[in-house]
């Protein structure tokens, strides 16, 4: 799975744990010791295809290595910033 998009389960991907290396950054800025958002890796799984973010089921957001479970029920995948995904299982 690319790094960044948006995917819908079924045509775009399958369900499965997926695993990224973390940001798509090459450069963080910090801020008050705190890496910005754009420095780093975001997803959501949705309930829905839309994307509405009322209908949230999981998310994470780090700099570093992540897995997101993308099960049966989830419709939707978007991931933000990040290395592209590989799936694990």
Same mark, same amino acid.
């Given at each position: 799975?690319? *790094? ?5 389960v079924?045509?775009?991907? %399958?369900?499965? =744990?997926?695993? !990224?290396s973390? &940001?798509?950054?090459?450069? *963080? ?9 754009? %420095?780093?890796? =975001?997803?959501? !799984?949705?309930? &829905? ?41």
């Open positions: 799975i690319p *790094g960044s998009g948006f995917f819908v079924g045509p775009d991907i %399958s369900p499965g =744990l997926y695993r !990224t973390g &940001t798509g950054s090459t450069w *963080g800025v910090w801020i008050n010791d705190v890496p910005t958002e754009d %420095s780093m890796c =975001l997803w959501f !799984t949705y309930s &829905t295809p839309d994307a509405n973010k009322d209908h949230v089921v999981e998310t994470n957001i780090s700099m570093g290595p992540m897995y997101a479970n993308i099960n049966p029920s989830v419709k939707a995948f978007e991931s933000i910033n990040c290395q592209p995904w590989t799936r694990v299982r």
